[in-house]
């Protein structure tokens, strides 16, 4: 398994500011997630991120909005660039849960939960 | 498009009564099934999950899932609710024979547990 810690637990940021998110596995895995959760709403996965590439982003979100970092196997950061109140939300990270059945189970952490004025 | 539905956006319930969350995805050859669970202001909470075997799964708390191919149905049960119960439930799906992974969740349902 892998617990999963992220920083800021939350933040209240100005329109057109940028924030970075952090998140720390407590062991090596091979795939770190990043979903969004819109009030009220389900997660949608923003992108993939892998050791030593770039992330892989899904539909409707792209690189400059939300540039991810994934330096090493135990930690990866989200920047939320040029914020706008619709980017409002809970911002998940998650994680495989390493070994050899990495990939059949994820681990999440806390979430940071964002409002933008 | 693969997808996942979650058919009852809210259920409510008495407490120690039976409960059962319903949730379809759409048809694939390989796919991976979970349930996690949602506390107000917490993370997510692996309830179980299905990778293979049994159809039956138990999780953590007193839940199972079936695991229905032919109905493309993957429903939470509960045999007898507690107030601590009450919370936001969502079915995730993994596809593909490659398995990347990526979860597609369903919209969720809030579970509420009444005295």
């Known amino acids: 398994s892998a617990v999963i810690s992220q920083k800021p637990s939350r933040d209240i940021c100005q329109r057109g500011t940028s924030l970075t998110i952090q998140c720390q596995v407590d062991?090596?895995?091979?795939?770190m997630f990043w979903y969004r959760q819109q009030p009220g709403q389900s997660l949608t996965l923003i992108a993939t991120?892998?050791?030593?590439?770039?992330?892989?982003?899904e539909s409707g979100f792209v690189i400059d909005k939300f540039p991810i970092s994934r330096p090493n196997l135990t930690f990866s950061t989200l920047t939320v660039s040029n914020m706008s109140p619709e980017d409002s939300s809970i911002y998940l990270c998650s994680s495989d849960g390493g070994g050899a059945l990495a990939l059949n189970e994820q681990f999440f952490g806390p979430g940071t939960r964002l409002t933008v004025l | 498009a693969q997808s996942v539905t979650q058919l009852d956006s809210q259920v409510p319930v008495f407490e120690e009564a039976p409960v059962e969350l319903r949730c379809n995805y759409s048809?694939?050859?390989?796919?991976?099934l979970f349930w996690y669970v949602q506390y107000p202001n917490q993370g997510l909470q692996l309830l179980l999950k299905y990778l293979s075997g049994s159809t039956l799964v138990k999780g953590i708390n007193g839940f199972e899932a079936e695991f229905n191919k032919s109905q493309t149905s993957f429903h939470l049960r509960k045999p007898s609710v507690h107030i601590s119960d009450t919370a936001e439930y969502f079915c995730?799906?993994?596809?593909?024979?490659?398995?990347?992974?990526?979860?597609?969740f369903g919209q969720g349902t809030t579970l509420q547990v009444k005295p």
């Open positions: 991120a892998n050791q030593g590439s770039e992330a892989t982003y």
């Open positions: 048809s694939s050859v390989s796919v991976y």
């Open positions: 062991s090596q895995v091979t795939m």
């Open positions: 995730a799906v993994s596809y593909g024979s490659g398995n990347t992974g990526k979860l597609i």
